[in-house]
């Protein structure tokens, strides 16, 4: 049971992470200029990398090969992510409201990421319901 529990989760939590990367790709005109005009060098190049980024970290969790490191290069994705663009009251909304809560979703997401590599590294088991190989605990 706790094995599709797991893989429940890993398709929701992947989801949202590979539908944002497909979307930095497929837009990247339009993420180019809102990038461009939070401040962000390169933008064009810098949102084609964070989408390739998103959709390997995303891709990389969701059938658990290298589930760990597909989580830090999300959570490298939203670290920056959250400097630039969702300060409070900086992007997009009047009152701040929205870019709030965009800020404090980024950071529980980028805690949930922290999570998954620190459970991949203290069990680096395969996964159930993986593609992933298994491994020998290390002590």
Same mark, same amino acid.
């Given at each position: 049971m706790g094995g599709l529990v797991l893989l429940i989760g890993r398709v929701v939590f992947s989801f949202f992470f590979i539908y944002s990367g497909f979307n930095h790709l497929t837009k990247l005109s339009g993420y180019a200029q809102? &990038? *461009? $005009? $939070? =401040?962000?060098? *390169?933008? @064009?190049?810098? @949102? &084609?990398? +964070?989408? %390739?980024? %998103?959709? *390997?970290?995303?891709?990389?969790?969701? %059938?658990?090969?290298?589930?760990?490191? =597909? &989580? %830090?290069?999300? $959570?490298?994705?939203?670290?920056?992510? /959250?400097? /630039? !663009? @969702? +300060?409070?009251?900086? !992007? /997009?909304?009047?009152d701040g409201r929205e870019s709030g809560a965009h800020f404090w979703k980024n950071i529980a997401l980028t805690g949930a990421c922290l999570m998954i590599y620190a459970l991949t590294t203290l069990n680096p088991a395969r996964w159930p319901y993986s593609l992933g190989r298994s491994a020998t605990p290390t002590l």
């Open positions: 809102y &990038a *461009a $005009a $939070a =401040g962000v060098p *390169a933008p @064009t190049v810098l @949102t &084609a990398l +964070s989408g %390739l980024m %998103l959709l *390997a970290g995303g891709f990389s969790v969701l %059938l658990g090969v290298k589930p760990g490191w =597909g &989580a %830090l290069l999300i $959570a490298l994705f939203l670290v920056p992510r /959250r400097s /630039r !663009c @969702t +300060s409070f009251g900086d !992007c /997009r909304s009047d």
